[in-house]
């Protein structure tokens, strides 16, 4: 039991070396190492997350809101933080509750990956996008993260607890996976990272969904499996 304790305990470590060390078809440049191979520059430093706590208009949110910001904005940058050995950590710029136009029947998705209907992911980021846009210049932002206020399990409430949109969910995760350009009502852009968590989602789902978007594409694959 203490042995398998240890492992577990070494497995998030591990997850991060090889997500530090992977590489991004967008980096500006790449550095290889005969041993290591192609290295990312993008998953170290400081990594800029716009994180919005939003809300449906039928649904009454069950986690209060400073729970939520305490974990997502304090807790998923300290874990960041130790996990990178202090190479990665997370400025959070936190918003909440941002209201959507439309209930929580236009949005919930199915809690199975390949049956996730594309088209609800994308409206939901980008309503999140036009209610935030009068105060926010998305192109700042390195990643965004969206937390759905509904008491989520697997088919019900949301439909799926969390899971990374970009790259994934809207691109596919088998096949030409890729970056969906997204835009506000306004015309604002971002293609950056995006990944969602409903308000009961733990740390963990937090870190993992954000590790597909921070690990980004190598040879159309995410690097973060």
């Known amino acids: 039991m203490m042995m398998n304790n240890k492992k577990n305990r070494f497995l998030p470590a591990l997850l991060f070396f090889l997500l530090i060390f992977g590489c991004q078809e967008s980096l500006a440049r790449e550095e290889v190492n005969n041993i290591l191979g192609p ?10 997350v716009l994180m919005a706590a939003v809300r449906f208009p039928d649904v009454e949110p069950s986690v209060p809101l400073g729970k939520i910001r305490k974990k997502t904005v304090y807790y998923l940058n300290k874990y960041v933080m130790e ?37 609800r992911v994308k409206k939901l980021i980008e309503d999140t996008m036009t209610a935030l846009e009068r105060e926010t210049v ?11 206020g509904v008491l989520t399990m697997p088919g019900k409430g949301y439909g799926m607890i969390c899971y990374c949109a970009n ?29 969602v968590g409903a308000e009961n989602a733990h740390l963990g789902m937090f870190a993992h969904d954000f590790f597909h978007a921070l690990g980004g594409i190598y040879k159309n694959k995410r690097l973060v499996p």
């Not at 290295?39 to 800029?48: D, T």
């Not at 990665?88 to 809690?111: R, T």
Request: hydrophobic content about 30%; aromatic content about 14%; glycine content about 12%.
């Open 167 to 195: 790259p994934g969910m809207l691109s596919g995760v088998r096949r030409d996976v890729h970056y969906v350009p997204l835009k506000s009502e306004g015309g604002q852009e971002f293609g950056g990272g995006v990944f």
């Open 138 to 148: 998305f192109s700042r932002y390195k990643h965004l993260l969206i937390i759905p």
């Open 39 to 48: 290295q990312s520059i993008l998953a170290k430093g400081e990594q800029y």
């Open 83 to 119: 996990q990178s050995y202090g190479q990665s950590w997370v400025k959070a710029d936190f918003h909440g509750w941002v209201k959507l136009p439309d209930p929580i029947s236009e949005y919930n998705v199915s809690p199975y990956n390949f049956k996730v209907d594309r088209s």
